[in-house]
């Protein structure tokens, strides 16, 4: 295979990452969406006592998968733009944009490694103060926030290390609802089940991101090298 017919098999697979790029940052824009707006994590952030590390957890989540998927979408559009017109500089500023995206993916990686647990104890946390607070106080707007917790995660309480329940928790938990699962039980499913989203979208971008680095870093090379796929320099001008 000559060096124009590997230049030419390059931009088509870096089209067809673009593409793919695309795709995944509008996934990890939804996961984001999801995030931040989701029934499941917007109910602990509304009711968050003050100083509860929750909800600066909760925004700092969103703002930075929105980042992302916005690196992630120019990135895209830039390397696509860049293999069509062939234009050095843009494919210079995809690059970047790749190599910004794994460097963000590498570290958020390694922040998950040495703090696997830091968002279940934060909302853990939370649900134990939110808890405490209904059962200890006699305002109704206390054990209203405690059951919009439980009509959205259908759930109710907690269980007892003893087994053994006070009146007011008693209290909580009565008739069908006692029969549902627990609340802490509850809240480490889901976050289960988002955690393992997050890693296979991340897994995912690792290795793209890899791969569109290597394809633009090699189409660079190639439109400086002058390996292009147009005519430059074949045209010829006919008399009229």
Known sequence: ??????????????LVTSLFVLLLGLL???????????????????VSPEGSPYPALHRWAFFAGISLAGLLALGA???????????????????LCFALVFCALVQGAFWRLRHPTQVEDALLDTYDLVYDRAVTSPSSA????????????????????????????????????????????GVRRFLRTHGHIASTLTGVGLAT????????????FAIRSGRSLDRRGTYALRPR
């Not at 295979?1 to 697979?13: F, L, N």
């Not at 991101?209 to 660079?220: I, Q």
């Open 142 to 185: 206390r054990r209203q926030e405690l059951e919009a917790i439980h009509d959205t995660l259908l759930c109710c309480g907690k269980s007892s290390p003893s087994g053994l329940l006070g009146s007011a928790e008693a209290d909580l938990c009565r008739g069908p609802e006692a029969a549902t699962q627990d609340c802490l039980q």
């Open 209 to 220: 991101m890899v791969y569109a680095m290597l394809l633009s870093s090699f189409l660079w």
């Open 1 to 14: 295979m000559g060096p124009r017919s590997r230049v030419r098999v390059a931009k088509c697979q870096m």
């Open 28 to 46: 990890v824009a939804t996961m984001a969406a999801l995030t931040y707006f989701g029934a499941h994590f917007a109910v602990f952030s509304r």
């Open 77 to 95: 559009v830039l390397s696509a733009a860049a293999t069509v017109r062939e234009a050095g500089g843009l494919m210079a500023g995809g690059f």
